[in-house]
């Protein structure tokens, strides 16, 4: 399978944004032209019991700092133990303690900004900045105090026409209601023609050349890669899925100032060319309109 992978490559000079533990990597271009990032914290303890959701911010993709300073006082922008309802319920796995806070995404919609997250065995929560601000305070959005779904890994998606899908887990897709507080229909798996998911879990989807980009993570013989299906309508049918990054694994797509397209990343295991770091790569679109890395350069991590 790999031998008809070889045009995605990582570009040679590739390293993480900042020196900071985070995974599933999620920038959002901000109506004030700053970049925020936010991702899943709280090392080591990925599988364990967290509860922040951080974000940092950038003018130029480059110089990243924190966005929120205030020590003893303030330095996240929502934890589920201060803020949570049904978020704060603690279970067992393997005998120790269970409630770890995965993936969340920042996403500019409708004049405000909100995150979405999953806690796994409860279910996908939405935010929403009260204040307009990424720094918030964020308050739940959902109509009952119930998860939105009962999956993990939780997106959104505005159409041209601005109606708002809520995406999560391996594949799913439901449009949301006006004021994004619940879904209007049931939860409907979008599937490639060549497989039975995109990917197994870190659903995300964008709009780019006239077509729609279904991404998703998966493992190909033990490394964890960045797939994609594409599709000229959001339900589909969409086409085979294909290796889009490298080692990208659960990641989300964003356009720049200048409108250039980028892949997040954060490197899951020992393969990758860094592991568990924030990081972005700028991609382009193939004669096929299919995604790969920009910069390709016969890299040894391709």
Not at 28 to 36: H, S
Not at 212 to 230: I, K, Q, R, T
């Amino acid at each position: 399978m790999m031998k008809s992978l070889n045009d995605r490559k990582l570009p040679l000079e590739f390293a993480p944004l900042f020196d900071y533990p985070l995974r599933d990597t999620s920038i959002c271009l901000g109506v004030d032209g700053i970049y925020y990032l936010t991702g899943t914290t709280g090392s080591p303890d990925w599988w364990a019991v967290t509860g922040d959701i951080q974000i940092w911010k950038s003018p130029d993709l480059v110089d990243w700092t924190p966005l929120l300073t205030e020590p003893r006082r303030r330095s996240i922008v929502w934890n589920v133990d201060r803020e949570g309802t049904w978020q704060k319920p603690i279970q067992l796995r393997d005998g120790a303690p269970f409630r770890p806070l995965w993936a969340p995404e920042l996403h500019y919609l409708k004049g405000t900004y909100w995150l979405t997250y999953s806690i796994p065995r409860l279910g996908n929560g939405l935010l929403r900045s009260i204040s307009g601000l990424p720094e918030g305070p964020y308050a739940d959005n959902i109509s009952v105090d119930s998860p939105l779904s009962p999956y993990i890994d939780a997106s959104l998606f505005q159409d041209e026409d601005g109606q708002v899908y809520f995406l999560c887990d391996n594949g799913k897709i439901a449009r949301m209601n006006e004021d994004m507080t619940a879904l209007v229909e049931e939860l409907q798996l979008l599937k490639p023609a060549n497989a039975e998911h995109v990917g197994f879990e870190g659903t995300f989807l964008f709009k780019a050349n006239g077509l729609y980009h279904l991404a998703g993570a998966d493992f190909v013989d033990g490394d964890y890669h960045c797939f994609v299906a594409s599709s000229e309508h959001i339900y589909g049918p969409y086409g085979d899925r294909y290796l889009a990054i490298p080692h990208g694994g659960h990641n989300t797509f964003f356009q720049d100032k200048s409108g250039q397209w980028w892949s997040t990343f954060f490197g899951n295991n020992d393969s990758a060319p860094f592991k568990e770091r924030p990081a972005a790569l700028r991609i382009e679109f193939d004669s096929d309109l299919r995604i790969k890395p920009m910069g390709n350069g016969g890299d040894k991590y391709g």
